[in-house]
């Protein structure tokens, strides 16, 4: 059964920095593309970044902010959150696709999914 845990949110001041954490129970991680995405309260969930076979690619609101990366060896992904605003505050999930060249931005591309973290960024 596959598991994902997301960890290392919490409350920052704006301008501060994160590291989320995903370890994920996977046999085979390397084969799957793993995603962030987080959703806001009444907002619906949104895409943040996806590394994959296909490489990197990160939403507009966050590029040049953020930086996704895996070790494979680990069984982990990790999202560097840097220069945070107050709009970045939300609940972040990982998910995983069965698909190692996914780059897709849509939430339902995506097999598996965590429980999420809460990041709060204060003014």
């Known amino acids: 059964q596959v598991q994902l845990v997301e960890s290392g949110g919490g409350l920052v001041q704006a301008g501060g920095s994160l590291r989320l954490s995903c370890a994920a129970s996977?046999?085979?991680?390397?084969?799957?593309?793993m995603g962030w995405f987080r959703q806001a309260p009444g907002s619906e969930r949104e895409f943040v970044a996806t590394?994959?076979?296909?490489?990197?690619y990160y939403s507009d609101s966050v590029k040049g902010r953020f930086t996704i990366s895996r070790d494979n060896a680990k069984n982990t992904v990790y999202l560097q959150m840097n220069i945070l605003k107050p709009e970045d505050t939300a609940i972040y999930f990982c998910?995983?696709?069965?698909?190692?060249?996914?780059?897709?931005?849509?939430?339902?591309?995506?097999?598996?999914w965590g429980q999420g973290t809460q990041v709060t960024v204060s003014s």
């Open positions: 998910a995983a696709s069965n698909y190692g060249w996914e780059n897709s931005r849509a939430a339902d591309r995506y097999d598996y």
């Open positions: 996977i046999r085979t991680f390397s084969d799957h593309a």
């Open positions: 590394i994959s076979w296909s490489g990197v």
